[in-house]
């Protein structure tokens, strides 16, 4: 993995831990053209389709980050 994009990975989790889901910070992190699969999800595209599935799971998520962190 490049510097690049262990960079974006440590970003990502970073924001992540701070609950930080924000479209100036998060999403900038997603291609405009991303596509997501998650198993219980299913498929989705584009940084709308990661709005939406950080809505569907966001509860799921924050919730075990109050008590730790996430770490690379």
């Known amino acids: ?42 498929f989705d595209k584009g940084r709308d389709g990661i709005a939406r599935f950080t809505k569907q799971i966001g509860q799921l998520i924050l919730l075990p980050l109050k008590s730790r962190s996430l770490t690379l």
Do not use: H, P, Q
């Open 1 to 42: 993995m490049d510097n690049n994009n262990l960079d974006i990975v440590k970003r990502y989790y970073e924001l992540v831990n701070k609950g930080d889901f924000g479209e100036d910070t998060y999403y900038k992190l997603f291609a405009e053209d991303v596509e997501l699969f998650y198993l219980k999800y299913g």
